[in-house]
């Protein structure tokens, strides 16, 4: 199975800040990762796909990059409503795994 | 807009079956442009992939998992369904179905992601 870690598991910032949550791979997955932000009491719902697609309706401070085995997550401007856990997947390599998630607080 | 419903029991008892279903409402699950996946979610940890169904009868499952676990679809109701055999505590968890979909052909076969969730339902093992 491809062992998927992110890091940090959890972070405290400002409203405004940037933020980066960083997902690396056990093996190369070129760029089958996704992103999903879970909020509390809330269904998880999609950020970004593979390769790096913003989904409809996601706030355009959501951005991810990378390739290979080491992925980012990027909030360019942290906001109140963006408290969640955030988890990104690779759809490389069935299992699908996910990773432990990171949690964001405000 | 698609909507997932899970049902079930609440409350399995240890080595029993575990049987949850997903209705699905505003879509077929008979149509080829779908996965129709399971995930679960243990209380205070993270998103866990169990496996996914598609119409043509292929499955995948977490290795995990898989001597325990089948999938299935029924078009006629159009759900589908999980059953895990065996249970134990450890199988406690908020258990969600979900629709994957594709993203677009990629260097290495086609992107997936899960752009419909359920709403989940919480299962416990005791």
């Known amino acids: 199975d491809i062992q998927v870690t992110q890091s940090p598991s959890s972070l405290s910032a400002s409203v405004g800040d940037r933020v980066a949550i960083i997902c690396r791979a056990s093996?190369?997955?070129?760029?089958?990762v996704n992103w999903y932000q879970h909020q509390p009491g809330k269904v998880p719902r999609v950020l970004i796909s593979g390769p790096s697609t913003l989904e409809s309706g996601v706030p355009s401070r959501f951005s991810a990059s990378g390739s290979g085995t080491d992925f980012t997550l990027t909030i360019s401007s942290l906001q109140r409503e963006d408290s969640a856990t955030y988890y990104c997947?690779?759809?490389?390599?069935?299992?699908?795994?996910f990773g432990q998630g990171t949690r964001v607080e405000i | 807009q698609v909507q997932l419903q899970e049902s079930g029991p609440g409350l399995v008892k240890p080595s029993q079956t575990l049987s949850l279903t997903c209705t699905v409402s505003d879509d077929s699950v008979n149509y080829d442009k779908y996965y129709w996946s399971w995930i679960r979610q243990p209380a205070g940890k993270g998103l866990e992939w169990i496996g996914h169904f598609y119409v043509t009868g292929s499955t995948s499952y977490d290795p995990s998992l898989q001597s325990r676990l089948s999938m299935s679809l029924d078009t006629s109701k159009n759900e589908f369904s999980l059953r895990l055999n065996s249970v134990t505590a450890a199988d406690t968890a908020i258990y969600y179905c979900?629709?994957?979909?594709?993203?677009?052909?990629?260097?290495?076969?086609?992107?997936?992601?899960?752009?419909?969730w359920g709403r989940g339902i919480s299962v416990t093992v005791s």
């Open positions: 979900a629709r994957v979909r594709s993203g677009g052909p990629g260097p290495r076969g086609f992107y997936y992601y899960i752009d419909v």
């Open positions: 997947q690779q759809t490389y390599r069935t299992p699908w795994t």
């Open positions: 093996q190369g997955i070129i760029n089958y």
